[in-house]
């Protein structure tokens, strides 16, 4: 598993993270505080206090492509 701090700031961000993550078959999930929701939902995402960093957890050691895609996110 691995877990990276991503930082989602306005919608538009939102709807594209959403995009990329809905390309690749990892389980993902994020997480703020003591919330989890779907790295695929976008009114998951939504739901989370997006003014603060969320942790991406993804459930894959094997996962350096979408890591790449998600450069832009990533805090």
């Known amino acids: 598993m691995k877990s990276v701090v991503i930082k989602?700031?306005?919608?538009?961000?939102?709807?594209?993270?959403?995009?990329?993550?809905?390309?690749?078959?990892?389980d993902m999930a994020l997480k703020s505080g003591r919330y989890v929701v779907d790295a695929k939902s976008i009114l998951g995402i939504f739901s989370l206090d997006l003014g603060e960093?969320?942790?991406?957890?993804?459930?894959?050691?094997?996962c350096d492509d979408l890591l790449s895609a998600l450069v832009p996110f990533i805090a």
């Open 8 to 26: 989602l700031d306005m919608a538009e961000s939102v709807k594209k993270f959403v995009n990329i993550t809905s390309k690749f078959n990892y």
């Open 53 to 62: 960093p969320i942790v991406l957890e993804i459930n894959s050691d094997d």
